[in-house]
């Protein structure tokens, strides 16, 4: 149990960090562009943060037992965990459309730009995109996602394991 802890932990930590920053910068552009549907898109996103606070109350109780966890924070865990383990598979399933499909991928977003912002078409880093740097992007996914999806199901297990052992010390 204790290399389940500091996996967890590492993870925890890693999403934390990374998605908060991720968050924060998605609601600045939102909120200065007033761009209302990219405030849907944080506020699923914001649901990562959120899932590693908990994880990291519910680590400190496993670690301490003499702090006790909220009775909030077990339905917290859950509910906001799934959410996080929504995006985690979707990062997955993206990244792995990236890697398989690349070309294809490439072949569309020039397309699209070219005919929807032909600003952007015309930048030199746009122009040299090719089909290794889809195929990064895509890996890049499928770690974020894995990284995601890892750290939710272990605490969604070390959940299930510290309502079990303090099940037991009840009884």
């Not at 939102?30 to 519910?58: E, V």
């Not at 399933?93 to 991928?105: N, P, S, T, Y």
């Amino acid at each position: 149990m204790r290399t389940t802890l500091k996996v967890a932990t590492i993870l925890t930590w890693f999403n934390l960090i990374f998605w908060g920053f991720i968050t924060g910068l998605l609601l600045l552009g939102t909120l200065s562009a007033m761009f209302l549907p990219g405030l849907a898109l944080a506020f699923l996103i914001s649901a990562i943060p959120l899932n590693g606070y908990a994880g990291l109350k519910l680590q400190k109780s496993i670690r301490y037992p003499n702090i006790q966890l909220s009775h909030q924070t077990p339905m917290g865990i859950r509910f906001v965990g799934f959410i996080a383990l929504f995006v985690g598979v979707n990062l997955i399933g993206e990244g792995f459309a990236l890697i398989k499909d690349a070309r294809a991928f490439l072949d569309f977003l020039k397309d699209f730009y070219t005919k929807q912002a032909p600003d952007i078409a015309k930048m030199p880093a746009f122009k040299s995109m090719g089909v290794a740097d889809v195929r990064s992007a895509g890996v890049i996914c499928l770690i974020l996602g894995l990284c995601l999806a890892v750290n939710v199901v272990l605490n969604l297990r070390l959940l299930r394991w510290y309502l079990l052992l303090r099940k037991n010390d009840a009884s």
